[in-house]
Nanobody, 131 residues
Framework: QVQLVESGGGSVQAGGSLRLSCAASENTYRSNLMGWFRQAPGKQREGVAAIRASTGSTDYADSVKGRFTISRDRDSAKNTVYLQMNSLNPEDTAMYYC??????????????????????WGQGTQVTVSS
């Protein structure tokens, strides 16, 4: 059964940091694209960061560039993707989701950050940033 499990969310003050983890089942990790998304109350789901499994190449939303870093565990047996979030601000408050999909050679960064590209989703982990 395909499964993605997020962890690491919590509450933090503005300026603080959190690291999210996404543990993927073996079948999910064979997808060649992993992404992090977030959704705040009353807002659309937003692609935050994506990483291509084969190359490690990354894409980021403009709102998080320079503050967030997506990475993957090079040990394929661990099947884990991370999102390091620094300099957090209240606008980063949202439910954060891990997702797995397939990247094709012709895709643009916007497409790799689109939820339409992803097939498998985790249950989410809440991040709350207070001012």
């Amino acid at each position: 059964q395909v499964q993605l499990v997020e962890s690491g969310g919590g509450s933090v003050q503005a300026g603080g940091s959190l690291r999210l983890s996404c543990a993927a089942s073996e079948n999910t990790y064979r997808s060649n694209l992993m992404g992090w998304f977030r959704q705040a109350p009353g807002k659309q789901r937003e692609g935050v960061a994506a990483i291509r499994a084969s190359t490690g190449s990354t894409d980021y939303a403009d709102s998080v560039k320079g503050r967030f870093t997506i990475s993957r565990d090079r040990d394929s047996a661990k099947n884990t993707v991370y999102l390091q979030m620094n300099s957090l601000n209240p606008e980063d408050t949202a439910m954060y989701y891990c997702a797995a999909g397939r990247s094709l050679s012709w895709m643009t960064p916007s497409q790799r950050l689109s939820d339409l590209t992803y097939e498998y989703w985790g249950q989410g982990t809440q991040v709350t940033v207070s001012s």
